[in-house]
C-alpha cells in the first residue's frame, strides 16, 4: 500500500500536466486571435472618428477663414471712411489756407509747435473744424483728428485735445511720414500714445511763397477705434471679436504711465493685452485653457469648454500700418473670434458613439463565434484526457477519500467560524450606518421642506405676475387655483371658481375642429394627457366671446400619480387679426387689389411643378400699358391710380375662371394661363389686346385711349425656372415696344432678335435691383484750381454694386441703362444721395465752407419734365445751398434737347446753380451754340488732353477752346490730367482747373447712412 500510492499519484500529476499545457495552449490561441479582432475593431473606430474630427475641423477652419475675411474687409472699410473724412477736409480752401499760415508760423518761430503766432492760427483752426469734429465724432465713428506738419510728422493741432502739440510722432506714427513722403492717401491699423485704431491719413498741398507748384507741408488724419469696428463685425457674423496686442507692443507705442493705468484697469492676459472686446469675462475664460493659449494666433480652430457651452475659438494676427507695408516684420497682436459650437461638437460625439456602438456590436458577434468554436474544440480535447485519466482516477479514488473526508471536516468548520464572525462584523457595521443614514435622512428632509416651501411661495408670486392665465385643478377636474389674469379673461373670482368643473369656468369651444366643445378629462382617466389649441373661443362669464390659445398638461407626482391639471392660456384676438391682415397685404396689390409681384411668382413655380409631374403647357403673359405716361404726366398721380383701378376690373372681366391676374409693378400687369397652349395663348392676348384699344379713361372732361404690349412666353416642363419665364416674357414685351406698340409678341427661343434683346435685357433687371437695394456708391474726383484765384470743387461719379458687394464700372451698366430708359432713375438716385451727403457734411462743418459738387445729367434727364421739380424739391428737403451745386451735361445731350436744356440751365442757374458743358471738342464742336447755352464751365475733352505733351494739333486744340471759352467769361476745366508736366502746359496756357488721375483718383465717398450700414 505504501509503494503503490505515490506511483499513481505522479501518473496523475503526469497526466494532469499534459491536460493543463494543451488547455493553456488552447486558451493562448483564442485569447491572440481574440486580440487581433478587438484591435481590428478599434482601428476601425479610430478611422472613423479621424474622419469625423476631420469634416468637423474642416468646417470650423471654413466658418474661421470667413470670420477673418469679415474683419480684414471690415477694417479696410473704416480705414476708407477715416480716409474720406480727412480728404474731405484737407480739400477745403479754409483749411488748406489756415494750414499753410500755421505751417509757416511754426518754420518761423521754430521750437516744435512754434509761438504766438503759430498759437493763434492753431486757435483759429480748431475754432473752425472742432464742431463738425464733435458732430462726426457720433454721427460717423470718428475718434480723432489730427493736423501734423511736414516733412516730419511732428503734431500740428489735436482737435480733441487742443493743448497737446509739437511732439514728436516719427516712432509710431509710420502712416503720417508715408502719406507725406509718397504724396498719396493711405489708410489702415495704427498704433498710438493713447490708444490703437483705424487711421485715415491725406497730405495737405499748397504753393509756398516763391513756388509755382503746390508741394506737400504737412498731413490731415481722421481715426476709429476697434469697438465700433467689432460692433458692425459680431451683427454681421454672429461671432464674438477681440484684439490683443503684445505687451511688448503696448510698452513701446503708448507713454509709459497712461500703459501702466490701462493694465491696472485692464490686467494683462498673459503676455496679451486686451484692446478691445465685447465679452470681456468670457474671453479670460476661454483664453484660460492652455490649448487655446498655446496656439493663440497660428490660424487654427480650437475647440474650448466654457460651462456647458463649446466655443469654436480662433486667432489670426494682424499687423499695424508699417509692419503691413513690410511683411517681414511680426505681428503686434492678434484678433481672436469665437462662437457657440456646440451643437457641430454634439453631432461629432454622436456619430462617434454610433461607430463605437458598431465596432463593439461587430465585436461581440465575432468573439462569440470565436467563442463557439473555442468552445466546441476544448469540449473534445476534453473528452479524450477524460477518457484516459479515467482509469488512473478509479485507483486512487479510494485513497484520496479518506483523506478528503478528513479536509473537508477541518474545512467546514473553519469555515463556520469565519461565517460567524463575518456575520457579527456585518450586522455592526450595517446597525452603524442605519444610524448615520437616519441622521442624514433626517437633515435631508428637513432640507426638502424648506425649499418646497421656498419653491411654493416663489410659484405663487410667479403666477400673480405673468399676463398669461393659469387654473389648476384636482384630480376630479375641479378648479383649485386661477391667477390674477386668468380671473380676467373669464370673469370668475378665485371664491366663485373654486370646486366648480374646468368646463363650467373655462368655457371653450375649439375652432380648429369645427367649433366643438373643448373637454377635459379628469387626472384618473386614461386618456388624460397634453392638449394644445391655437384658435379657441372663450366664452366669458359676463357672455363677451375672446380668442384665446391654451394649452392642458397633467400635474404628476414623483411616483407618476396623476394630482390633477394645468389650464394656460392667453388672449389671441388682436395677434389672429393682424396676421390675417398681414397675410392679405402681402399677397396682395394695395392699390387694385390683384395680386401682387410676388404672389404672381409663387403661382408661377406652381404652374412649372404642374408641368414637369403632368407635361401640361401653360402660358404667361406680360402686359405692359403703352400711354399711362401721358395720363400720369398730364393728369397728374391720382388720375393716374384711377386708371390702373379701371384697368385692373376690365382685365379681370376679360380672363378665364381658372386664370391669374396679378400687377407686377407700375403699370405692368401678369396674366398667367392655365393648361392653354401658345396659340391658344395668342388668340387671348389679341382678344385683351383689342378690348384695351376701345377702352376711353375720361378724367375731368378729358379722355384717353390706353393701349398696352403683350409678351406672351410658354410654361413648359422644359422651362429653366419662373425667372427665364418672367425674362421670356419680359423680352416679348419690350420687343412688341420697340416694333411700335399695341401688339403681341410671342417668345420663341430659336428667334434671334429676341435672344439678342434679352442678354441685352440682363443689365435691365440687375440694374432694377440695385436701385431697389440702393447698391449704387458716390465716388468723387477732384477738379483742382490752376491758379491761385480758384477753389477747389469735386465731380460725383457713380459705380454699381454687384450681388457680391463686388464693384462695376459704369462703362458696363451706363450703355444699357441708357438703351431702356433707366438713366433717369440712376440721375435721380445719384442727385438725391449726393445732396443727402452734402447736408451731412454741411451738419458735421457748420463753419467751413463745402466744396462745390459736380452732377452728371444725361440726355434722358434733360429731356424729363420732371426733373426742375424733383432738383428743387431735393434742395429744399435737404436745405443745401444751390451755389454749392454743379451740374454738367454733355455737349451732345445739350444740342439734342437744346431748347429743354435752355430751359433747365435758365432756370436752375437762378436758383444758384451752376453748369458745366462737358466733353466739349468731341461732338458737333460748334462754338455758336454755346452763345445759347449760359453755362459757367467748359470741360475740354479729354482725348485732346491726354496726348497734349507729345501731339501739337492737341495742343492747338486745347489752347484755342480755353480762349473761346475765356472770351465768353466762361471757366475752362481740362480733363484726363495724368501727370504734372500736363498740368504745368495748362496752367501756362491759363487753364483755369484741372482733372484727372494726376491730380487726384477717384474716391468712395462716406454718407451717414452708409457707414451706418
Known amino acids: 500500500m505504501t509503494t503503490t500510492v505515490p506511483r499513481f499519484g505522479s501518473l496523475l500529476r503526469a497526466g494532469a500536466r499534459r491536460t493543463g499545457m494543451r488547455t493553456r495552449r488552447f486558451q493562448r490561441v483564442f485569447w491572440v486571435v481574440s486580440l487581433i479582432i478587438a484591435l481590428t475593431d478599434g482601428l476601425f473606430v479610430y478611422v472613423n472618428y479621424r474622419d469625423t474630427q476631420q469634416v468637423l475641423y474642416k468646417t470650423l477652419a471654413a466658418e474661421a477663414a470667413q470670420h477673418e475675411s469679415a474683419f480684414a474687409l471690415n477694417l479696410r472699410s473704416l480705414g476708407l471712411h477715416m480716409q474720406q473724412m480727412a480728404a474731405y477736409l484737407a480739400n477745403l480752401s479754409e483749411v488748406r489756407d489756415l494750414f499753410l499760415r500755421g505751417y509757416l508760423a511754426v518754420k518761423d518761430e521754430g521750437g516744435g509747435g512754434g509761438g504766438s503766432q503759430a498759437a493763434a492760427v492753431r486757435q483759429r483752426l480748431f475754432e473752425l473744424v472742432a464742431p463738425g469734429w464733435r458732430k462726426s465724432a457720433s454721427d460717423y465713428q470718428m475718434r480723432l483728428l489730427h493736423f501734423h506738419l511736414g516733412p516730419g510728422d511732428v503734431s500740428f493741432l489735436r482737435v480733441h485735445e487742443p493743448t497737446r502739440f509739437g511732439d514728436d510722432l516719427s516712432q509710431i506714427r509710420h502712416s503720417i511720414t508715408h502719406a507725406i513722403s509718397n504724396d498719396m492717401p493711405t489708410h489702415g491699423f495704427e498704433s498710438g500714445r493713447v490708444d490703437a485704431g483705424v487711421r485715415g491719413v491725406v497730405p495737405i498741398s499748397a504753393t509756398l511763397p516763391g513756388r509755382s507748384m503746390p508741394q506737400v507741408i504737412g498731413a490731415l488724419e481722421a ?593 444699357a441703362a441708357e438703351r431702356y430708359g433707366l438713366m433717369g432713375d440712376v440721375d435721380r438716385w445719384v442727385i438725391d444721395r449726393a445732396l443727402q451727403m452734402l447736408r451731412q457734411q454741411q451738419n458735421a462743418w457748420p463753419r467751413v465752407t463745402p466744396l462745390m459738387l459736380s452732377i452728371n445729367l444725361s440726355g434722358e434727364t434733360m429731356a424729363d419734365e420732371g426733373i426742375l421739380a424733383f432738383i428743387r424739391d431735393r434742395i429744399a428737403a435737404y436745405r443745401v445751398d444751390p451755389r454749392h451745386l454743379c451740374f454738367e451735361v454733355t455737349e451732345t445731350a445739350a444740342i439734342a434737347n437744346l431748347a429743354r436744356a435752355i430751359d433747365l440751365i435758365g432756370e436752375l442757374k437762378q436758383d444758384g446753380c451752376r453748369f458745366a458743358l462737358d466733353d466739349f471738342g468731341s461732338g458737333l464742336s460748334s462754338f455758336g451754340y454755346l452763345k445759347a447755352l449760359p453755362v459757367d464751365y467748359l470741360k475740354i475733352d479729354g482725348s485732346f488732353v491726354r496726348n497734349l505733351d507729345r501731339e501739337p494739333v492737341d495742343r492747338v486744340m486745347v489752347k484755342a477752346i480755353n480762349e473761346v471759352g475765356h472770351a465768353m467769361q466762361l471757366k475752362t476745366i481740362a480733363e484726363f490730367v495724368e501727370n504734372q508736366h500736363i498740368a504745368e502746359e495748362l496752367r501756362q496756357m491759363g487753364v483755369d482747373y484741372a482733372q484727372g488721375y494726376g491730380i487726384g483718383q477717384p474716391m468712395a465717398l462716406v454718407d451717414k447712412v452708409a457707414v451706418s450700414r
Open 223 to 815: 481715426g476709429s477705434s476697434f469697438g465700433q469696428l467689432l460692433r458692425v463685425l459680431e451683427s454681421g457674423t454672429h461671432a464674438a471679436y477681440s484684439v490683443l496686442m503684445t505687451t511688448e507692443h503696448l510698452y513701446d507705442t503708448r507713454w509709459p504711465d497712461l500703459a501702466a493705468k490701462q493694465v491696472r484697469k485692464r490686467p494683462l492676459l498673459g503676455d496679451w493685452f486686451i484692446e478691445a472686446t465685447s465679452d470681456e469675462s468670457l474671453l479670460r475664460e476661454i483664453l484660460a485653457d492652455p490649448a487655446v493659449a498655446a496656439k493663440l494666433g497660428a490660424r487654427e480652430p480650437i475647440v474650448a469648454r466654457v460651462g456647458e457651452t463649446d466655443y469654436a475659438v480662433y486667432g489670426f494676427p494682424f499687423r499695424d500700418f508699417e509692419n503691413a507695408l513690410d511683411p517681414a516684420q511680426p505681428a503686434v497682436g492678434v484678433v481672436v473670434t469665437w462662437h457657440d459650437a456646440t451643437a457641430a461638437i454634439a453631432a461629432a460625439e454622436n456619430t462617434l458613439i454610433t461607430n463605437v456602438l458598431l465596432g463593439a456590436f461587430g465585436f461581440l458577434l465575432v468573439e462569440s463565434l470565436l467563442f463557439v468554436a473555442w468552445t466546441l474544440a476544448r469540449t473534445r480535447l476534453q473528452r479524450i484526457i477524460d477518457e484516459r485519466t479515467e482509469a488512473l482516477s478509479d485507483t486512487n479514488y479510494a485513497l484520496q477519500k479518506e483523506v478528503s473526508l478528513r479536509m473537508q471536516s477541518e474545512h467546514k468548520l473553519r469555515n463556520h467560524q469565519e461565517h460567524l464572525e463575518h456575520q457579527v462584523s456585518l450586522r455592526t457595521n450595517s446597525l452603524r450606518e442605519s444610524v448615520v443614514a437616519l441622521e442624514h435622512e433626517m437633515e435631508t428632509r428637513k432640507a426638502a421642506e424648506l425649499a418646497l416651501q421656498r419653491e411654493r411661495d416663489q410659484a405663487q408670486i410667479t403666477l400673480r405676475s405673468i399676463i398669461d392665465g393659469v387654473i389648476t385643478t384636482d384630480e376630479h377636474c375641479r378648479v383649485v387655483y386661477l391667477n390674477p389674469a386668468a380671473q380676467d379673461l373669464t370673469g370668475w373670482s378665485q371664491r366663485q371658481a373654486e370646486g366648480r368643473p374646468l368646463a363650467e369656468v373655462f368655457n371653450a369651444r375649439d375652432m380648429e375642429s369645427g367649433g366643438e366643445p373643448v373637454v377635459f378629462q379628469p387626472a384618473d382617466d386614461a386618456r388624460a394627457g397634453r392638449q394644445h389649441g391655437e384658435n379657441t373661443e372663450l366664452t366669458r362669464r359676463d357672455g363677451d366671446v375672446v380668442t384665446v390659445e391654451h394649452s392642458v398638461s397633467p400635474i404628476r407626482d414623483e411616483n407618476g400619480r396623476n394630482l390633477g391639471v394645468v389650464l394656460v392660456f392667453h388672449d389671441d384676438t388682436e395677434a389672429r387679426e393682424l396676421a390675417v391682415q398681414l397675410s392679405y397685404h402681402a399677397s396682395h396689390d394695395a392699390l387694385t387689389g390683384l395680386l401682387n409681384r410676388r404672389a404672381i411668382e409663387v403661382e408661377l413655380a406652381e404652374a412649372l411643378r404642374d408641368s414637369r409631374k403632368e407635361g401640361s403647357c401653360h402660358a404667361f403673359l406680360y402686359i405692359d400699358l403703352d400711354q399711362f405716361k401721358v395720363v400720369n404726366d398730364t393728369c397728374g398721380h391720382v388720375a393716374g391710380d384711377e386708371l390702373l383701378r379701371q384697368l385692373s376690373k376690365l382685365l379681370q372681366q376679360s380672363t378665364r375662371k381658372n386664370d391669374t391676374l396679378g400687377r407686377l409693378g407700375g403699370d405692368e400687369f401678369g396674366l398667367l394661363l392655365r393648361h392653354c397652349p401658345l396659340t391658344k395663348a395668342q388668340g387671348i392676348a389679341e382678344h385683351l389686346l383689342q378690348t384695351l384699344r376701345t377702352f376711353r379713361f375720361v378724367w375731368h372732361e378729358k379722355t384717353f385711349r390706353v393701349g398696352a404690349s403683350i409678351g406672351v412666353a410658354t410654361i413648359e416642363a422644359e422651362s429653366e425656372n419662373i425667372e427665364a419665364v418672367l425674362s421670356a416674357a419680359d423680352s416679348a414685351c419690350y420687343l412688341a415696344k420697340d416694333k411700335g406698340r399695341s401688339r403681341v409678341q410671342l417668345w420663341l427661343p430659336d428667334d434671334g432678335e429676341l435672344t439678342h434683346r434679352r442678354g441685352e435685357m440682363q443689365w435691365v433687371s440687375r440694374i432694377q435691383h440695385a436701385l431697389s437695394e440702393n447698391r449704387f456708391v458716390l465716388f468723387g474726383q477732384p477738379i483742382v484750381p490752376l491758379n491761385a484765384s480758384g477753389s477747389a470743387h469735386q465731380e460725383i461719379l457713380v459705380r454699381m454694386l454687384d450681388e457680391h458687394g463686388e464693384l462695376i464700372l459704369p462703362t458696363a451698366f451706363i450703355p
